[in-house]
Nanobody, 126 residues
Framework: QARLVESGGGSVQAGGSLRLSCAAASGYITSSNSMGWFRQAPGKAREGVAAVSGGNTYYADSVKGRFTISQDNAMNTLYLEMNSLKPEDTAMYYC????????????????????WGQGTQVTVSS
């Protein structure tokens, strides 16, 4: 069974909001040193959008000020709050975990993550 399971995706109009959730096995998220959200649109490479590591948060320039990554340690859940959504945000969104502490230069790079969820689709219409 999947260690990480995303939910909360769907279809929304431009300017709307969605909150993605990533549920994990007991203690998994709180014991991981880095957690991130990635997305992949059709015909595009997978890209990092937000991450949390070592008490710091990191965001891709394209989502900074619109998306917020957070953790609920008591519930062992990772969230991505997405506001002011744009059509270019349309993609499959993935939750990922890494054992290593990551900084701005590595936290949004997929090769540093070793566990992945199945993905949840986000579609934004204009």
């Amino acid at each position: 069974q999947a260690r990480l399971v995303e939910s909360g995706g769907g279809s929304v109009q431009a300017g709307g909001s969605l909150r993605l959730s990533c549920a994990a096995a007991s203690g998994y998220i709180t014991s991981s040193n880095s957690m991130g959200w990635f997305r992949q649109a059709p015909g595009k490479a997978r890209e990092g959008v937000a991450a949390v590591s070592g008490g710091n948060t990191y965001y891709a320039d394209s989502v900074k000020g619109r998306f917020t990554i957070s953790q609920d340690n008591a519930m062992n859940t990772l969230y991505l709050e997405m506001n002011s959504l744009k059509p270019e945000d349309t993609a499959m969104y993935y939750c990922a975990a890494a054992s290593a502490l990551l900084g701005w230069w590595s936290s949004l790079l997929r090769q540093y993550y070793n566990y992945w969820g199945q993905g949840t689709q986000v579609t934004v219409s204009s």
